[in-house]
């Protein structure tokens, strides 16, 4: 393991072993269609949990980042059954593609609730949605989306399983030496949208409470594919000569394939009443760290700003290590994927993680 990158300790001491099939990872990919084929590529693991919950997939919020792969991923382990993503739909080639990948879909604004009780009723819902960029000088519509739509939800869809995202970021920073914040430490949420998205975990809370319905709250922190994320922003600084900020010194990262993959498995793993649970890798980067390790593979020396805080927003994800092994793609190995994708002038979806905020307002 580099140097600067550490794992976070686990609360158990047995031995943990990846469960997920053996692969060969790729060099790099040619081009979005190869990196979207190799991250919904189900592994067997993600086959057995979702045949054991069985039961048609509504995936509410399916337009984001994550939602179209998450839905494919879903419909290549459980071809037999429907897999629905719901979603504004204002780009409408999200859909299309949606669609070619046998994922039904459907045009629905989850803060009407009327059309939100007109949604098939399934047994399995992963709820997406939210609000983050933006939010700054649009509180009360961040409040809507990340507290009322959740309301609506959680009483809408009783019956089902819900397991629902949520972020890092409702906890208060973490000391880097003590490995980040766990499940059963208390939020802390520094500004307007985390408090917004504390706020959504507490409604999915009441009505499971309310109504006895099993849950799983996503604690993910952060997601990372060739086109976005912590690692595309620190490599796309060093390859056009920025420099880096080191205040926020350190990050947890996970690949997207292996979070989608964690948050279907959290079906079979839901709770009464529902419970968080911290997804990431299993890593505290330095972010100093990869931004050398960038440097290396682009052939250029990092300019750095400065100095690393002792404190910042970490997650211990010990338990998800318990519950599904260690990611199947390596911390390493994503950083080589993206430098390559940088090099060869891949394509980015323009949206900044904001990773080095340290005030809460995005």
């Not at 949604?119 to 519509?141: E, W, Y």
């Not at 030496?177 to 949208?193: I, K, N, Q, T, V």
Request: glycine share 10%.
């Amino acid at each position: 393991m580099a140097a600067g990158l550490h794992r976070a300790p686990v609360r158990e001491k047995r031995t943990l072993m990846a469960r997920r099939d053996a692969i060969d990872l790729p060099a790099g990919f040619a081009d979005e269609a190869a990196l979207e084929e190799f991250m919904t590529c189900p592994s067997a693991a993600l086959v057995h949990d979702l045949e054991a919950v069985g039961g048609d997939i509504l995936i509410l919020g399916v337009g984001g980042k994550m939602g179209p792969t998450l839905a494919r991923l879903a419909k290549r382990a459980a071809p037999d059954r429907r897999v629905i993503g719901v979603a504004r739909f204002s780009n409408p080639g999200v859909r299309e593609k949606l669609k070619a990948c046998d994922v039904e879909t459907v045009a629905c604004d989850l803060l009407d609730r009327e059309a939100a009780a007109a949604l098939p009723r399934c047994p399995n819902v992963i709820f997406m949605a939210g609000r983050k960029f933006g939010t700054t000088g649009a509180h009360s519509l961040t409040w809507a989306m990340n507290v009322a739509m959740p309301a609506i939800v959680a009483e809408t869809f009783r019956d089902s399983r819900i397991v629902a995202f949520s972020t890092g970021n409702v906890y208060p920073f973490a000391r880097v030496a003590e490995g980040g914040s766990r499940e059963s430490d208390p939020p802390g949420p520094m500004g307007e949208y985390a408090m917004s998205c504390l706020g959504r975990e507490r409604m999915f809370e009441h009505f499971s409470v309310k109504f006895g319905t099993p849950g799983r709250i996503v604690r993910l922190n952060y997601a990372i594919d060739m086109r976005y994320g912590v690692l595309h922003d620190i490599g796309s600084k060093v390859l056009a000569g920025e420099p880096v900020d080191l205040t926020t010194g350190n990050v947890n990262v996970i690949w997207q394939g292996d979070a989608n993959s964690h948050v279907l498995r959290c079906l079979v793993r839901c709770t009464a009443p529902t419970t968080p649970l911290n997804v990431s890798g299993p890593e505290t980067a330095s972010v100093r760290s990869l931004a050398l390790a960038f440097g290396e593979r682009f052939g250029r020396t990092p300019r750095f700003e400065g100095v690393e805080a002792e404190q910042c927003w970490l997650v211990n994800s010990g338990e998800a290590t318990r519950l599904f092994g260690n990611p199947s793609v390596p911390l390493l190995t994503m950083v080589d994927w993206v430098a390559d994708w940088l090099l060869v002038g891949g394509s980015g979806y323009g949206k900044p993680t904001e990773f080095a905020s340290r005030d809460g307002a995005f």
